[in-house]
């Protein structure tokens, strides 16, 4: 079983940065490959990017390529989105998940955190 648990989010102008974090309980979560979604009111869920387990695969939407990255800490159970360059059109609930298995852009993960609001103003 994995816990996660995202922090990070806020409000940022056009231009600015975010730095968004998700902890994980469970011993084992070093052997997941991790994504980040986001969700806009009346939006469909929206995949962001991914990172296997040993952070040695990344994969990011068209996007946010070059604007975002993603890390991975497994000694502190954590995983990082650092934002920048952030539009207004990058407002949205973001979520981070957990997944047994390899890099996907398909929300199928088993493990998913609740969320934290990034808003970005003009």
Known sequence: QV??????????????????SCAASGRTFSAYAVGWFRQAPGKEREFVSSISWNGAYTDY???????FTISRDNAKN???????SLKPEDT?????AARDGSLTRRPDY???GRGTQVTVSS
């Open 92 to 96: 949205a609930v973001y979520l981070c």
């Open 61 to 67: 939407a068209d996007s946010v390529k070059g604007r």
């Open 3 to 20: 816990q996660l648990v995202e922090s990070g989010g806020g409000l940022a102008q056009a231009g600015g940065s975010l730095r968004l």
């Open 110 to 112: 088993n493990y998913w």
């Open 78 to 84: 954590g995983v990082y989105l650092q934002m920048n």
